[in-house]
């Protein structure tokens, strides 16, 4: 745990020290709320990232995450009766990830409003009836707010908690429009970094923000803002090979096989990322979603694949 914490800090110096002092008061009080709670915010977060990578899904120290500061008028939902304004944080991704808990908090029986990407609001909208989607709009009247991160810690409190299968439902006209395309999609740069497409292998490019390469291809659409494109496409892909993007989430929701791979990061944006993929070879948070640790491993892997389909 004290090596994922310390993941990606630019000081080889200060992650020893960090490393140290972990140790050193771990062994005075042993892992307790007290431990946790007398340290500084961003090791209540670093330490809450490790754990959840190490599969402990208590969330403690989530709360030192950086949620948008929407409508701070608002009390935080904890349970009351009312209109709850749900409002989106961090990038698109995580908005679809954190939205499978959406029909958990249905269950109790509040009037639901969400504030969301843009892109989003035509998806979410069908996927979720009982919801009024307002987009990034926030005006309104409301008794609550409630930042969609905190979903999970409300619900998704063990491994068989989260959703199986899909939960997002795409655009059947777009599904149909793009039903002639099979295959492989495939997205090879975000944030984290990126690998060469051609180490990927695939059919169709899902990638946004870069010039096309000439044997992929590419839909005649917007691959960063046509979401109900992107979806009606990805849904009748045989598979999804991308690195850690937006891209691996749509898949997920839509329960299409996709294989994520991941590469180099620097910084929190490396330690933020990992708490979502675990340990293992799987993610809790989509089933069709199979994490490779690096491109190796992920070559391996294919090669296998095609060794047994022979």
Request: with cysteine; glycine share 8%; hydrophobic share 35%.
């Amino acid at each position: 745990m004290k090596l994922i914490a310390t993941e990606g800090m630019e000081s080889p110096l200060k992650a020893r020290l960090a490393r140290k002092a972990i140790d050193r008061d771990s062994k005075k009080f042993g892992w307790t709320d007290e431990l946790i709670s007398t340290m500084d915010p961003e090791w209540q977060w670093r330490l809450c990232c490790a754990r959840l990578q190490l599969g402990y899904l208590d969330w403690k120290g989530w709360e030192w995450r950086d949620p948008r500061p929407l409508r701070k008028d608002l009390p935080l939902w904890k349970g009351g009766k009312g209109k709850i304004l749900l409002h989106g944080e961090q990038g698109i991704g995580d908005e679809i990830m954190f939205s499978q808990c959406i029909p958990d908090l249905l269950k109790s029986n509040n009037e639901i409003y969400l504030e969301c990407d843009d892109r989003l609001k035509s998806l979410f909208q069908r996927s979720f009836p009982e919801v009024k989607v307002l987009g990034r709009t926030v005006d309104g009247d409301f008794d609550f707010r409630l930042p969609i991160g905190e979903l999970p810690k409300l619900y998704r409190r063990d491994k068989d908690s989260f959703t199986k299968g899909s939960y997002l439902i795409p655009d059947p006209e777009k599904v149909e429009k793009w039903s002639h395309l099979k295959g492989i999609g495939v997205s090879w740069k975000g944030r984290q970094g990126f690998i060469p497409y051609k180490k990927l292998g695939g059919d169709v490019n899902l990638q946004y923000n870069e010039t096309p390469p000439e044997d992929l291809f590419t839909p005649d659409v917007d691959l960063t803002n046509d979401i109900e494109d992107i979806f009606g496409i990805i849904s009748n892909l045989d598979r999804v090979v991308c690195v850690p993007t937006s891209v691996l989430h749509f898949a997920g929701s839509l329960n299409v096989p996709c294989d994520v791979i991941l590469c180099p990061g620097t910084g929190q944006v490396n330690n933020a990322l990992n708490w979502r993929f675990g340990m293992g070879n799987k993610t809790y948070w989509h089933e069709s979603v199979t994490v490779h640790r690096n491109i190796d491993a992920y070559l391996r892997h294919l090669s296998k694949a095609q060794r047994r389909s022979a």
